[in-house]
């Protein structure tokens, strides 16, 4: 069964720093999605892509966020200057179509220091 | 109107009793609610989704009702087992929105053996 995967499954890094989230949607999905969840918390939209731009952002989404699809497979989320307060799990989601079934990946830990 | 409200917080069931887990909306314009469960440090994985044109669907032990006028609906399991002891959250999305799903809370169960 095909499934969205992500790397790394955790991430550590210091306050300052950039980070690259990858993620590989199922194949022929179209829309791709950015959550995040803050640990014991619910789960945060933050962006959705589509036909290569972001079609919707967050009030989180600022501009140390970005995403790319740079070939035809992956799905990055990088933050340019990580914060404390980006530690989080972040899981990206695929779907078919805008009222598909999103499906999630397993989420990559980010833990900034 | 963009939340999602979702109780109880955290539940207690008997291993063959019911788990009913509420959530209710505000934005009439939200049209999509899928139910998500969450193992542990793994990523939301869809479990039943309902669009507001019926009231009820069920699938396995797993039923959603639905009540439009009431802006509310509810996860029902059936006969639950130990192995459903997981977070769940609700959802919902808007037609000819980018998808984006907007989650509830989320419900900690435990099933006692």
């Known amino acids: 069964e095909p499934e969205v995967t992500q790397t790394p499954s955790h991430q550590v890094t210091q306050m300052g720093q950039e980070v690259i989230l990858r993620c590989v949607p199922i194949?022929?999905?179209?829309?791709f999605y950015w959550y995040r969840q803050i640990l014991g918390q619910k789960v945060e939209f933050l962006v959705s892509?589509?036909?290569?731009?972001?079609?919707?952002k967050s009030e989180i989404f600022d501009d140390q966020f970005s995403v790319e699809r740079p070939d035809g497979s992956n799905f990055t989320l990088k933050i340019r200057s990580t914060k404390l307060e980006d530690s989080a799990m972040y899981f990206c989601?695929?779907?078919?179509?805008?009222?598909?079934?999103?499906?999630f990946g397993p989420g990559t830990r980010l833990t900034v220091t | 109107q963009q939340q999602v409200k979702q109780s109880p917080q955290s539940l207690i069931v008997q291993k063959g009793g019911i788990s009913i887990i509420n959530c209710a909306y505000e934005?009439?314009?939200?049209?999509?609610f899928p139910w998500y469960q969450q193992f542990p440090g793994k990523g939301p994985a869809l479990l039943i989704a309902?669009?507001?044109?019926?009231s009820e669907k069920k699938e396995g032990r797993f039923t959603i009702s639905f009540n439009k006028s009431a802006k509310q609906f509810s996860l029902h399991i059936m006969d639950s087992q130990p192995g459903d002891s997981a977070t769940y959250f609700c959802?919902?999305?808007?037609?000819?929105?980018?998808?984006?799903?907007?989650f509830g809370q989320g419900t900690t169960l435990q099933v006692k053996p």
């Open positions: 989601a695929s779907c078919p179509g805008t009222q598909g079934e999103q499906y």
């Open positions: 194949s022929n999905h179209l829309y």
């Open positions: 892509f589509y036909n290569n731009e972001i079609s919707e």
């Open positions: 934005n009439t314009a939200f049209d999509y």
């Open positions: 309902i669009r507001p044109d019926v």
């Open positions: 959802a919902a999305s808007r037609r000819g929105n980018t998808g984006k799903l907007i």
